[in-house]
């Protein structure tokens, strides 16, 4: 099943018909209540955008190449063009008793970029040994997408897909997650936008962790008959850390939440080694982390979402720079 997230319909509702965000989701929580919770919000927004004329998923099937911005989940027989901006080294896993590699790059074009997972070895292969590298244009084909594990969408290589190197130019502008990312003030902020934040660590929270499947890394399910996972069943499985803390950049501050590999790097340890701190010394932890990134000047790029419980915005990131340019952090201060 096609699928599209929330804030990316919204975003193409607004774009072809001028509406206001706020219009559109008052128009979809209205349509909500009419259908008496009979139908998601995501569905809602499918309704709104089919009643003003606005074809979510018209690029959902194509005789050739798309761009990356008309990527949707569930999209089978994909072919798209990229350019290679960054690939990183493969994780190994352990399937039925036989040990794994699952490899991924991130891909991009004048539209935006996307992260590619490649499930087989021979395709892997040719990103290690140097036959394609960073910067080389790539065509593939019969590839599929699924949603990553922070609600994005990604491209997945099996066997069958081909990738096949080109002999074209393409430019990609700096890209997160497939939208182009905005440098803004916290004050500004619009919830949906993919942005870049440049501002001084003025709060953190302990982390919280939770139980990922070790072959997927997707959470697991705590059942009677132990931690199963949705795809691989009964599972072995690992930590996973999940970081907060608050970004001020004198115009506003707002709340930044980092997930995983970016909790990590952010906090200066391994999710292991942050668990096994805490169990030791709740305190201790606490001091290791602010002595890590408490007061630091730091730049963030990701999405910004309503959190409803609580009424307000935060940045779920996808990138951070723990030691931003010093002339880049003066441009900034002028403005």
Not at 17 to 37: A, C, H, P, R, Y
Not at 227 to 241: D, P, R, V, Y
Request: hydrophobic letters at 35%; one cysteine or more.
């Amino acid at each position: 099943m096609l699928r599209m997230p929330i804030d990316e319909a919204i975003k193409r509702i607004k774009e072809e018909t001028g509406l206001s965000e706020d219009d559109i989701k008052k128009q979809i929580k209205n349509k909500m209540s009419v259908l008496e919770g009979l139908v998601s919000e995501e569905g809602a927004a499918y309704i709104i955008a089919s009643e003003l004329g606005v074809k979510l998923f018209k690029n959902a099937v194509s005789s050739g190449p798309i761009k990356i911005k008309n990527v949707l989940i569930g999209m089978r027989n994909l072919e798209t063009i990229g350019k290679i901006v960054r690939i990183f080294e493969p994780r190994t896993y352990t399937k039925d008793g036989k040990e794994n590699q699952v490899g991924s790059v991130i891909i991009g074009d004048e539209t935006g970029t996307i992260r590619v997972v490649i499930w087989d070895s021979s395709r892997i292969a040719l990103f290690q040994n140097g036959d394609l590298k960073e910067g080389d244009v790539i065509r593939i084909r019969d590839a599929y997408t699924r949603e990553s594990n922070l609600g994005g969408k990604e491209i997945h290589l099996n066997i069958r897909s081909q990738i096949v190197k080109e002999a074209v130019k393409i430019d990609v502008r700096e890209q997160v997650g497939g939208d182009t990312a905005i440098s803004k003030k916290i004050s500004e902020l619009i919830g949906g936008e993919v942005v870049r934040l440049l501002g001084t660590v003025v709060q953190i929270y302990n982390p919280y962790f939770y139980q990922v499947c070790s072959q997927c890394e997707k959470k697991i399910q705590e059942t009677d008959d132990g931690l199963i996972c949705a795809e691989h069943g009964n599972t072995a499985s690992k930590s996973a850390m999940v970081l907060s803390f608050v970004l001020d950049d004198s115009t506003d501050n707002i709340r930044c939440v980092a997930f995983r590999n970016q909790a990590e790097k952010l906090a200066g340890t391994t999710a292991q080694s942050a668990t096994e701190l805490l169990e030791k010394s709740e305190i201790e932890l606490t001091e290791k982390l602010d002595k890590h990134l408490l007061g630091k000047v730091i730049e963030i790029q990701g999405t910004v979402k309503e959190n409803k419980d609580f009424e307000r915005k935060e940045v779920l990131i996808n990138r951070s720079v723990l030691k931003p340019n010093a002339a880049q952090i003066a441009k900034s201060m002028l403005k």
